[in-house]
């Protein structure tokens, strides 16, 4: 079992940037794929970028491709998420998630892959 508390949240002018983390508890991080997802208020949760165990490999949503960088540290049980050029669509919150499965493109796109989840980080971009 893992235990997920993200943080990097907060409020920010269109055009800037935040950095969301991940701490993951256990030993067993590497052991565990990563997403980012989202959900606004009236909407349903969706995929922003998830990664391979090693970082090796990541994908993103269409919306933040080009903007938003996912990466991993195992040896501090950590996942990050760099946002850049927010703009107002991208106020949510942000919630990562871990799997046990490995990775695989199409499957890591579903919230239902994920087994853990954290409480979210609210994420708001004023225009």
């Known amino acids: 079992q893992v235990q997920l508390v993200e943080s990097g949240g907060g409020l920010v002018q269109a055009g800037g940037s935040l950095r969301l983390s991940c701490a993951a508890s256990?030993?067993?991080?590497?052991?565990?794929?990563m997403g980012w997802f989202r959900q606004a208020p009236g909407k349903e949760r969706e995929f922003v970028a998830d990664i391979s165990r090693s970082g090796s490999r990541t994908d993103y949503a269409d919306s933040v491709k080009g903007r938003f960088t996912i990466s991993r540290d195992n040896a501090v049980n950590t996942v990050y998420l760099q946002m850049n050029s927010l703009k107002p669509e991208d106020t949510a919150v942000y919630y990562c998630?871990?799997?046990?499965?490995?990775?695989?493109?199409?499957?890591?796109?579903?919230?239902?892959?994920?087994?853990?989840w954290g409480q979210g980080t609210q994420v708001t971009v004023s225009s």
């Open positions: 998630a871990a799997t046990v499965l490995m990775y695989s493109s199409s499957a890591y796109f579903s919230a239902a892959t994920y087994n853990y």
């Open positions: 256990g030993r067993t991080f590497s052991s565990y794929g």
